[in-house]
């Protein structure tokens, strides 16, 4: 009895540090979670936030044998020549022009791509289309490039097609200036139609089908259907691929636009990426190409950071 | 009923067509390529080879093949899909799973969630990368190919979520049974990830197979090129200073169903992964994008 009251005793004594206890304890216990992350958090640091800092160098006249620290500061200097000259302004218009007809295509191609597939029944034709077509979106520009110079040339494939059906002179693709963005933004759509509508099909599996036979009994035929269920049904999922596209609109893809073009139509194909890479790697004008990199990077921040938040808004979107 | 309407049944046919040729329009640059691959040296530079061969002869593959440089890609390119996508793996599982706790048991992984986060939304750029990879001495050496990428943010997201969809009832067995974290995420969470671990690993691969700029621009010497860095140059650039060196080679490399070969083996791997890569995929992709 005296036993068992001492212990009581003592149990109300150690009551106040009781929860510290369980803290530490809990601390030792997540620690593994911390040394798990251990590996992710150092690679992070050093290939994602030491290069941040390395954009000092876009307000210094960087020497790479001086270093950070050696090079001297110029302030706003490289920023003022690249919104100064005529042929820097290009490239920012370019880079645009080519993101934009790529977002607007983006968008409607496979939106009426899987609107077309979702009325196939047969689900052998189904999976058979679907394999194909997402295809492309695996291989890379490196491929799709090498074999896209090879028909657009003047003798290629396409044209001998298009000479023998239309009878027209053949077009020089990849060669001027205007064509060349065609071919981008028309075999950007073609990579990746196919596997953008992988999420349209996921949401239009997720539509009520309730609603459709409603709709038949109120007599509703297939084109008045995606009319008034099937599209409104998709707009948040829209909305979402829109905005955030739109928070891309700086990247209008270095691979493709690398693998495709050639001095020929530097004028109108070059973009941001692609004139960073010139000027920074191979002229070796680092500071310069820096800023030119720091203003895609800043830009773009606030774009992606207003996509998500509108997404967010319209379409309760949320990547967690 | 509507099936039945006559004007459904036209837009049928129109539809079935149309997805029809979508999808050959899709093959058809594939079939045109391996189809020169195959044809007689005459036929493809004159460009009457279409959809099939003409004068078949598998003379390209067998000059690809005894190029010895071409070879050396090829390994490089195994070397590093295989390791690189192994070391991205168990960076990604690790992370992935201290991410996938409740906030209440695991505070710090706001902190952390954001520190891998915000690199999605914001990064240095190119040229602070290229100067801190020179400053690192790694230009040259595999790792350069394989570590910056390693932390993918969007693989640990997708992988996260998986994690949190399993039953919180096994992980609360396991810690009964005297499991502590790490031996959960081993008997437990992996087991039962395997799809969506086999899906991201498939994704890594085929990234790493298809990398090529980090080759280009950080391999000095070209006996360190991926594959697919050397066929950029090869067939995109058509810049031969720097993989040939025997004027015999320089005639064989630049003839076009070379070309076609040398394509058609560097989309082989993704080829043969593709069948069990669709498998999977969609899948893991909804889940990562559509949240109710």
């Keep these: 009895m005296k036993y068992s009251s001492t212990q009581a005793v003592e149990k109300i004594a150690s009551a106040p540090s009781l929860p ?301 | 009923m509507y099936h039945k309407t006559n004007s459904y049944k036209v837009f049928s046919i129109f539809n079935y067509t149309l997805l029809a040729v979508l999808s050959l329009i899709c093959l058809i640059p594939l079939i045109h390529i391996l189809a020169v691959s195959f044809s007689g040296k005459a036929p493809a530079n004159a460009n009457l080879v279409g959809l099939l061969p003409v004068q078949f002869t598998i003379d390209a593959y067998s000059q690809t093949l005894a190029n010895e440089n071409f070879l050396r890609s090829l390994w490089v390119s195994f070397v590093r899909t295989g390791l690189g996508t192994l070391i991205s793996m168990v960076v990604v599982i690790c992370a992935a799973y201290p991410l996938s706790k409740e906030i209440g048991n695991f505070k710090r992984k706001k902190v952390y969630t954001w520190f891998f986060v915000f690199t999605m939304l914001f990064n240095g750029g190119l040229i602070p990368f290229y100067i801190l990879i020179q400053n690192l001495n790694m230009m040259n050496t595999l790792w350069v190919l394989i570590l910056p990428g390693a932390v993918s943010v969007w693989n640990i997201i997708l992988l996260l979520n998986f994690f949190k969809n399993v039953p919180k009832e096994l992980e609360e067995a396991a810690f009964i ?19 969506a671990i086999a899906t991201l690993s498939l994704f890594a691969m085929v990234g790493h197979w298809n990398s090529w700029f980090d080759g280009m621009i950080f391999m000095t010497d070209y006996k360190n090129y991926p594959l697919a860095t050397f066929l950029q140059t090869i067939i995109v650039q058509q810049d031969f200073s720097k993989v040939s060196v025997r004027p015999e080679d320089l005639e064989n490399i630049s003839q076009r169903t070379v070309k076609a070969a040398q394509i058609f083996i560097g989309m082989a791997p993704i080829l043969l992964v593709y069948p069990f890569l669709q498998r999977f995929f969609v899948k893991g992709i909804v889940i990562g994008a559509v949240k109710e």
């Excluded at chain 1, 899987?114 to 394999?131: I, M, S, Y």
């Design chain 1, 20 to 320: 510290d206890v369980r803290k530490s304890r809990k601390w030792r216990r997540t620690i593994v979670l911390d040394l798990l992350l251990l590996p992710a958090v150092i690679l992070t640091f050093v290939f994602a936030y030491i290069p941040m800092s390395g954009l000092v160098i876009a307000f210094q006249d960087y020497k790479p044998w001086l270093g950070f620290a050696k090079s001297s500061w110029i302030g706003l200097e490289h920023f003022e020549y690249l919104f100064s000259t005529k042929e820097n302004m290009q490239v920012i218009w370019n880079t645009l022009i080519i993101a934009g007809m790529k977002v607007v295509g983006g968008l409607i191609a496979p939106l009426v791509f899987a609107l077309l597939l979702n009325e196939v029944r047969k689900a052998a034709f189904k999976r058979t289309v679907q394999t194909f077509v997402y295809l492309p979106h695996f291989l890379s520009w490196v491929i799709l490039g090498g074999i896209l110079i090879d028909m657009l040339s003047t003798k290629g494939l396409i044209n001998q097609f298009l000479v023998a059906v239309l009878h027209i002179e053949p077009i020089f693709f990849l060669g001027e200036g205007n064509w060349f963005r065609v071919v981008v933004v028309v075999s950007d759509i073609w990579k990746e139609f196919g596997f953008g509508a992988i999420i349209f099909l996921a949401s239009l599996a997720g539509i009520n089908p309730s609603l459709y036979e409603a709709a038949e009994v109120d007599g509703a035929n297939r084109w008045q259907q995606t009319w008034s269920i099937t599209l409104p049904s998709l707009i948040p999922i829209m909305i979402v691929v829109g905005t955030l596209s739109l928070g891309n609109i700086l990247n209008a893809g270095f691979d493709q636009i690398f693998n495709l073009y050639n001095a020929l139509v530097f004028d109108k194909g070059d973009i941001i990426d692609t004139f960073v890479y010139r000027v920074g790697i191979v002229d070796g004008k680092f500071g310069f190409s820096a800023a030119v990199g720091l203003f895609k990077s800043v830009v773009g921040f606030v774009l992606i950071v207003a996509a998500y938040r509108a997404a967010y808004k319209f379409a309760n979107y949320r990547i967690f």
């Design chain 2, 177 to 195: 049974d005297g499991a502590g974290y790490l031996r959960t995420l081993v008997s437990v969470y992996l087991p039962v990830s395997m799809p």
